[in-house]
């Protein structure tokens, strides 16, 4: 523990904790009084040769007894306790700093303490240190021991200490010094309190002089107030103002512009450039204004009674044909009647015109649970019905009446056009085989799939053929046991008829869209607390890559300040990183450290000192190293973080704490294909 006192404080109190060596989670040591058995307290001073005991006295909180130890309150703030400092440990024989430690009761973890001692006015040499001989007045006395030479101290800064109560100080500055007879003037009485012969004298190396006038009795220097008019007056003169007469005549011979004529003025400036236009109640489209290429020519156009942008103009809009930035919500409403996943009807109004949202994306909110969104892309409209056709099942949620959808002015890709844009076609299946057994949201796949929980999960499984054929989902988990449960429900449940392929990466336009945007949507820079994926290298710049904060809490979600005798500033506290790839295959060990980050005790942050937490910088070459197998899109590593004390970090008898350790997964950066 570090605190920084005024050097020659008297009766200072200072507050510790003590830690309890026998538990494992950081807690302190109740129930320590000073004279608990064992219990000792030594500091020494810089530049000391030797150890000085303090002698340990009973106290009471919040007054100070030199040597006192008391505990605070062992209920609410176990393992604190309250010190007097004894007045010579800080004393003006005292430089620099003192260290002091208390240690030797019964599981009792030492208490290091280091105090920084502050002296007044240490920013400038101290010249002198003495006492008042004799004392003549508050601004005359001679000093015990100074300079002989006359006017060595003239203009410096002079501190008096009441010998009586140390804590009164008087500061003044020296106009006179006689060296002969150590005689002190002052240039003014320093008023705070009556000094006295044995009062401390301190003397700096600070220029204290500010030249004053006395406005009282000397103000020959001063510009009078008669002056100051006159010069006011000759300055307004020389300037040639007008007379108050003389503007008034002038603002009349301007006149006063009505506000009828005003508006009329307007009219005509707005109707010179033709932005009277865009003010008007109705727009003119009969007599368009200006040349065939003026502005609002182009982008507006009449048909009937309606008045409309131009075709060209919302083709060029942002999210448009031609344009760039935010889509261009065209229609929102939502399903009136489900006749499958992929053909429905809209909710009145919506378009009356055949094909008029062919081959626009959706976007589909579950209504039950808003979080859940689909995208999909429409192949086919009717007008008359208004029945949507959409090109494939996007197969995230199960759509249901009263669903949401958004029907954008942005021209979705086919399945196939997305796939070679992101470079994914030709990829083979993951596996195939015949399932032998099934249910209304599982199916149980061949022996000869891997035996290896979680092996296919967020991978995609298509029925080929048998029962339920067509069908496709997302598997949300995989057993052991081979059973592949689904996110939803089959249409047809399969059974030990049905043929399978298991897919990766998504080649499904709604789920790989989602993939897409869930890469994309990764935060780059910081995170508090490990974070449940990352990208690979390419995803960050060089210099950003990835922090990470990690705080250490005990089981009360307090963040640990200590492990067992160990402080995070410690000069041999280290911490090592480990990534392990889980298994391409199910007989393949996972415990292969794929790649390795290790710091010390820079890395961490104590700003705050009762929440310190690790900074674990992830930089690209290290990300890079993450790798990923060929065909898939994302990767299982698990992660573990070991804390150490000395320069090991290969002996296990050095941990500071258990490994902690957890999945993420790592993803492959989308790129389009070139």
């Not at 390419?538 to 210099?543: I, L, W």
């Not at 809490?553 to 280290?574: C, E, H, M, R, Y």
């Amino acid at each position: 523990m570090k605190f920084t006192v005024i050097e020659d404080t008297t009766n200072k109190l200072l507050r510790i904790f003590v830690q309890d060596s026998s538990a494992t989670d950081g807690s302190g040591l109740t129930g320590l009084l000073y004279n608990s058995s064992g219990l000792t307290w030594y500091w020494i001073a810089e530049g000391d040769s030797s150890t000085t005991q303090a002698t340990l006295a009973t106290a009471t909180v919040g007054t100070y007894t030199s040597g006192g130890f008391i505990e605070v309150d062992a209920t609410n703030m176990p393992g604190v306790y309250e010190i007097g400092i004894p007045d010579a440990a800080i004393d003006a024989t005292s430089e620099g700093s003192v260290a002091m430690m208390l240690q030797g009761a019964t599981n009792m973890a030492p208490v290091t303490i280091e105090l920084q001692l502050d002296r007044l006015g240490q920013s400038a040499p101290l010249l002198v240190d003495t006492t008042i001989a004799t004392y003549t007045d508050a601004q005359n006395f001679t000093l015990t021991a100074s300079s002989a030479d006359n006017d060595a101290y003239n203009d410096l800064l002079l501190v008096i200490t009441d010998a009586t109560t140390a804590t009164q100080k008087a500061a003044g500055r020296v106009s006179d010094y006689v060296g002969s007879t150590k005689a002190v003037t002052l240039d003014a009485d320093p008023g705070i309190f009556t000094a006295q012969a044995g009062d401390r004298v301190q003397i700096f190396a600070v220029n204290n002089r500010v030249n004053l006038v006395d406005t009282t009795t000397n103000n020959t220097d001063m510009i009078s107030a008669a002056t100051v008019n006159a010069q006011c007056d000759t300055a307004i003169t020389d300037a040639a103002l007008p007379s108050l007469t003389e503007l008034q005549t002038e603002l009349a011979a301007l006149g006063v512009v009505g506000s009828s004529a005003m508006t009329t003025l307007v009219n005509a400036s707005l109707a010179a450039i033709y932005l009277d236009q865009l003010f008007a109640v109705v727009y003119d489209a009969g007599t368009k204004p200006g040349v065939e290429g003026a502005f609002l020519n182009k982008i507006i156009e009449q048909d009937g009674s309606a008045h409309r942008f131009t075709t060209n103009a919302l083709e060029q809009a942002p999210g448009g044909g031609g344009g760039s930035g935010d889509s261009i919500l065209l229609h929102s409403t939502t399903i009136a009647t489900l006749a499958s996943q992929t053909s429905f009807t809209l909710t009145t109004p919506a378009s009356a015109d055949d094909d008029a949202y062919n081959g626009r994306l959706v976007v589909i909110t579950d209504a039950t649970t808003a979080e859940q969104k689909c995208i999909g892309r429409i192949s086919d409209y009717v007008g008359s019905t208004k029945t949507v056709t959409l090109e494939a099942d996007p197969g995230i949620f199960t759509m249901a009446t009263s669903d949401t959808i958004e029907i954008l002015a942005l021209s979705g890709a086919t399945t196939s056009e997305i796939s070679t844009a992101v470079g994914l076609t030709g990829l083979s299946a993951l596996s195939s085989g015949t399932a032998t057994a099934g249910a209304s949201t599982t199916i149980t796949l061949a022996a000869s799939e891997p035996a290896t929980a979680n092996w296919y999960n967020k991978k995609r499984i298509v029925l080929t053929g048998g029962t339920g054929s067509g069908q496709s989902a997302l598997i949300s988990s995989y057993s052991a046991a081979r059973v592949a449960t689904i996110e939803g429900t089959w249409a047809t449940t399969p059974d030990a008829t049905t043929t399978y392929e298991i897919q990766a990466p998504e080649t499904n336009i709604a789920s790989l869209l989602g993939s897409v945007l869930t890469v994309s949507n990764v935060p780059v820079g910081e995170a508090t607390g490990f974070p449940a994926r990352i990208v690979q290298g390419d995803a960050y710049t060089a210099a950003n890559g990835r922090e990470v904060k990690m705080y250490f809490k005990d089981a009360n979600d307090v963040t640990l300040t200590q492990f067992g005798s160990k402080i995070p500033s410690d000069s041999d506290f280290i911490w090592l990183l480990r990534f392990f790839k889980l298994p391409a295959s199910a007989t393949e060990s996972a415990w292969a450290a794929t790649m390795e980050i290790q710091g010390d005790e820079n890395d961490w942050d104590v700003t705050d000192p009762a929440e310190p937490f690790l900074e674990i910088d992830m930089p690209t070459d290290k990300l890079d190293l993450l790798t990923i197998d060929d065909g898939k899109f994302e990767q299982k590593y698990n992660w573990q973080l070991i804390l150490f004390w000395g320069t090991d970090v290969t002996d296990d008898d050095h941990e500071l704490t258990a490994s902690i350790e957890n999945e993420v997964t790592v993803y492959r950066k989308i790129k389009a294909a070139t």
